[in-house]
């Protein structure tokens, strides 16, 4: 169990690192934004409270003192919560109502600090067996738990509360997708205190509950904070990864028209604006490129293509082998593809069909939606690279 739950912890503070260190790195420009220093805050709290846990489940005694560590932990949480309340606040309030909100939660978390600190003396904390920790039938060891455990539980009502109002307010799109998860996290922690506080009222009420359930809650705490810590970082980094998605799906096209292209390019050379290359140094220029010589060459084969001829269908699944049913557009696409092997093979042979149509291209798909036609000319040419390989 105890390998178990220290690996929660470790994968918890690896991900708060992980959030403040990218966080950090935005300081040289962010620096004087209070609503920066905040979030820079929380994560310092983040990683302290996750840190101590981990320190807690090798030895819970620091600087001499019995289960500081597991003190550490608790009120560096209660300060984490508070903090990251305060974060949801400046997204969604302005002005005095800000403020006034702000000064409630800090002197809330101030009260619930001295609280947790006395609780833990007056229970004689430092002289417990950690294992006290995870549940007592000692009313002051046990009002001490259970006072953590809402202090984690009511911010994080809090701010699933809060979420749904504010997704619906702002207008910023990678703010509302970090508002989205920060609900799934607040949603996967109010989980972790349900299932803490059935496990703490199990063992102080005398029922053994094994080891499973309480590693349960450390694998909730730290699902729910890896996901807090990508709401934390989200409204920087979503841009960026969008954008590195987008380079993905671009490469992807590019890659895929390739072998369409090349027998293209080899059949009417002109097509090219310039020497092939392989630089992907501006990828969007090189896929626009790409498509508009595939259309150039289509043209050029416009007098060899046979429309009078079936352009043949993709192989069906129904041989048990678990293939779906092609799409009407596959079929299409499929089709197009035989048209186009067929016509290449007519030009390098010089024969030009009865019933070739020197009109149209691509089934006269709409060529204005860039977008649209990647799509349609991807299929087209995944369509061909099968025939390839067949042949």
């Not at 620096?31 to 101590?52: E, K």
């Not at 320190?55 to 819970?60: E, G, S």
């Not at 309340?85 to 001295?114: D, M, P």
């Not at 998860?181 to 803490?196: E, H, M, P, Q």
């Amino acid at each position: 169990m105890n390998t178990t739950r220290t690996l929660c912890f470790v994968i918890a503070a690896l991900s708060s690192y992980a959030a403040l260190a990218y966080r950090l790195c935005q300081g040289r420009r962010s620096w004087r934004d209070i609503g920066y220093r905040t979030l820079i805050t929380t994560l310092l709290f983040q990683c302290l409270t996750f840190t101590m846990g981990a320190v807690a489940m090798q030895d819970a005694r620091l600087l001499g003192v019995g289960n500081l560590a597991i003190l550490l932990m608790h009120l560096a949480a209660v300060a984490f919560c508070v903090s990251a309340q305060i974060i949801l606040l400046r997204w969604a309030a302005v002005g005095e109502e800000a403020v006034r909100k702000t000064r409630f939660w800090v002197l809330t978390g101030i009260v619930l600090e001295v609280l947790l600190t006395a609780l833990f003396f007056l229970a004689d904390g430092p002289g417990r067996a950690p294992l006290d920790f995870d549940g007592s039938g000692d009313p002051l060891l046990l009002a001490y738990l259970l006072a953590f455990i809402a202090s984690q539980a009511v911010p994080c009502v809090s701010m699933f509360r809060q979420c749904g109002p504010c997704i619906r307010m702002t207008a910023n799109a990678p703010l509302r997708r970090a508002l989205r998860v920060l609900s799934l996290a607040a949603a996967i922690l109010l989980l972790y205190g349900l299932v803490r506080t059935v496990n703490v009222l199990t063992i102080a009420a005398g029922v053994e509950i094994g080891a499973r359930k309480e590693t349960v809650a450390s694998v909730l705490n730290a699902l729910g904070i890896v996901t807090l810590s990508l709401s934390l970082a989200m409204p920087s980094w979503a841009p960026s990864a969008a954008r590195l998605l987008g380079w993905v799906r671009t490469y992807r096209s590019y890659r895929a028209l390739y072998p369409l292209w090349r027998d293209l390019y080899e059949s009417c050379p002109d097509i090219a604006l310039e020497p092939p290359g392989a630089s992907f140094s501006d990828l969007d220029y090189r896929l626009h490129r790409r498509i508009v010589e595939i259309r150039d060459g289509w043209r050029d084969l416009r007098p060899y293509i046979d429309r009078t001829a079936e352009g043949g269908g993709e192989p069906r699944g129904g041989d048990g082998a678990g293939r779906r049913e092609p799409s009407g557009e596959s079929r299409q696409a499929f089709a197009e593809a035989v048209r186009i092997k067929r016509a290449l093979v007519a030009k390098r042979t010089g024969r030009i069909p009865h019933g070739s149509q020197d009109a149209g291209d691509f089934e006269d798909r709409d060529t204005d939606n860039f977008t649209a036609e990647v799509a349609w000319l991807t299929r087209v040419a995944t369509a061909y690279s099968k025939l390839h390989s067949a042949s």
